[in-house]
């Protein structure tokens, strides 16, 4: 993927709380490890995406980006504070700046983050890849998690993205 970047999304450790974690948070790390070193090998641009409101405090453990993932230096962090990764922020920019054209987008959540952002993206012109197996979220009243996934892999990936799993993506 030429002019590609990876675009991970608020894996920030207060999603991984024990008391309620975030459905297959293991898998999703393990996954995202895969995609990260998988990009940094082909020289493929990481960006993190850090959510900030009030149980995302800036500064604490539990807005932390998650230990396993942690961004390398010189790695762009965005810190966001709506559910847009574009909105009121500098991805765009330093996008542009790098000529990014290509976005692969894992993360979370998926009902939120991940679906706006990656409508956005599709909006303002990149060609987005969803990975379907490295975004989550929890069960709602309504839906558990997996449906809510499998859901909007569907939607998103009939008008507004390529789907692939994480296995699939190659950088080089």
Known sequence: ??????????????????????????QLLR????????????????????????EFENGTTSWEIH????????EVVIQKHTPD????????????ERQIQNL?????????????????AFSLGYNVTLVKDAHTTWDSDTLCAKQIINHHNE????????LKETKEIQFL
Do not use: W
Not at 11 to 22: C, G, H, K, L, Y
Not at 36 to 51: D, E, G, W
Not at 85 to 96: A, C, P, R
């Open 1 to 26: 993927m030429d002019k590609c970047a990876l675009l991970v999304i608020d894996v920030q450790n207060a999603m991984f709380d024990e008391s309620n974690p975030i459905y297959q948070g293991e």
């Open 67 to 74: 230990s396993s993932i942690t961004p390398n230096d010189g």
């Open 155 to 162: 939607v998103l990936g009939n008008a507004f993205a390529t």
């Open 104 to 120: 692969v987008i894992a993360g979370n959540q998926t009902e939120y983050c991940i679906d706006t952002t990656s409508r956005r």
């Open 85 to 96: 990764s574009f909105h009121e922020t500098e991805l765009q920019d330093k996008l542009e």
């Open 31 to 54: 996954n995202l490890q895969d995609l990260i070193n998988n990009a940094r090998t082909a020289n493929v641009p990481v960006f993190y995406v850090q959510h900030n409101d009030e």
